[in-house]
């Protein structure tokens, strides 16, 4: 602080403003520092290139970064050379998650100086941060999801105090788990990301993206939760869509819900629900029970078949999904149909069919 006091002295205005800012910042008052700062510009150092410097510098400390973009900006416009500036206004772009305005300003620094020890240190941190979220999206690409959660692990661990950073990557993360189904580690993921400061539109992503999580995991009231938080939010279209097929899913829960019945999740591909349909069917088969089992075995395996007929359909299973009436929309093919792969048994006066071809 004494530097910049002893600027004032030379300028000819009076002290009690900048010396004033001095203390209080000492002394931990950073919103009063910033007062007496700008106090002192209004009392005509506006063109001050040392306070608008301390000024940024403030304002980057109690996260105003847009306003320490602007004042810093004024410091470079009347020094174009200003090191401490540019470092500055690059510290304030990297923690708005502005990443490649940093990178510029810090690189027009060390033009100036290449050993500036403080902007040379930042710039390193972003460009290892860089290379760690650019491995994240090549593994994600190639198809190695856990890799890239691994990987986005390690970019939130460069730098943990990066807040815009941290929620997008923890959103991205949560988005891969839900992928693989770790749906607890992707409830984490997107709760580190809603611990961040985030605007509006991120923050209704984050819940949305948790209502979609809650609904993954079978945890149906708190999708509903989540996805009600989205909308009161102000969401558009999406957080309707959300909670209605949340609602849905817990009405379901409490009827035949027929994912229970194969026992796949609301997520599960085709592959898997053929799977389930073909392990359950052949459990549940009435030949393959004893006598006396015979009668709860037929009436576990028409559920099967009526929701295999379901979620084996693809217009069936999203009419089922939004809360539609699928009752007798018989599909040849599937189970009650007769396409290729169809198995048929008899037992009494009932014929049942199921179909390992679908």
């Given at each position: 602080a004494g530097l910049w006091v002893a600027l004032w002295v030379a300028s000819g205005l009076p002290l009690a403003c900048p010396y004033r800012a001095g203390t209080l910042e000492q002394q931990g008052d950073l919103g009063g520092?910033?007062?007496?700062?700008?106090?002192?510009?209004?009392?005509?150092?506006?063109?001050?290139?040392?306070?608008?410097?301390?000024?940024?510098?403030?304002?980057v400390l109690t996260g105003d970064y847009y306003e320490s973009v602007a004042s810093s900006g004024r410091a470079i416009k009347l020094e174009a050379d200003s090191i401490q500036a540019l470092g500055v206004r690059g510290r304030a772009y990297y923690l708005l998650g502005e990443h490649e305005m940093a990178l510029n300003h810090w690189r027009q620094a060390l033009h100036f100086d290449p050993e500036h020890e403080e902007v040379k240190g930042h710039y390193r941190i972003l460009k290892k941060l860089e290379k760690q979220e650019k491995r994240a999206l090549k593994l994600e690409a190639a198809g190695d999801l856990e890799g890239a959660v691994e990987a986005w692990r390690a970019a939130i661990a460069v730098d943990a105090a990066h807040k815009r950073f941290v929620a997008r990557a923890s959103l991205a993360t949560s988005k891969i788990l839900v992928k693989i189904k770790k749906y607890s580690e992707a409830a984490d993921s997107c709760q580190e990301a809603l611990n961040q400061e985030l605007g509006g539109e991120e923050?209704?992503?984050?819940?949305?993206?948790?209502?979609?999580?809650?609904?993954?995991?079978?945890?149906f009231e708190e999708a509903v939760?989540?996805?009600?938080?989205?909308?009161?939010?102000?969401?558009d279209q999406r957080a309707k869509e959300a909670l209605h097929k949340a609602k849905v899913a817990l009405k379901q829960s409490k009827e035949v819900d027929h994912y229970k019945v194969l026992g796949v999740t609301r997520?599960?591909?085709?592959?898997?629900?053929?799977k389930a349909y073909r392990t359950?069917?052949?459990?549940?088969?009435?030949?393959?029970?004893?006598?006396?089992?015979r009668d709860k075995a037929e009436q576990e395996f028409m559920k099967i078949a009526a929701a295999y007929e379901v979620l084996s359909d693809d217009e069936l299973r999203a009419k089922y999904d939004r809360g539609e009436d699928v009752s007798g929309n018989g599909q040849g093919g599937g189970p009650g149909g007769h396409g290729p792969g169809a198995h048929h048994f008899r037992h009494g006066n009932q014929h049942f069919h199921f179909n390992f071809g679908h």
């Open positions: 520092a910033w007062d007496a700062l700008n106090a002192a510009m209004e009392a005509g150092a506006e063109s001050s290139h040392d306070l608008l410097l301390r000024r940024a510098q403030i304002e923050k209704l992503e984050a819940l949305l993206l948790m209502g979609e999580v809650m609904l993954g995991w079978e945890r939760r989540w996805c009600g938080q989205a909308l009161e939010l102000g969401g997520t599960a591909s085709q592959k898997d629900i053929k359950a069917a052949l459990i549940h088969h009435p030949d393959k029970v004893p006598e006396e089992e």
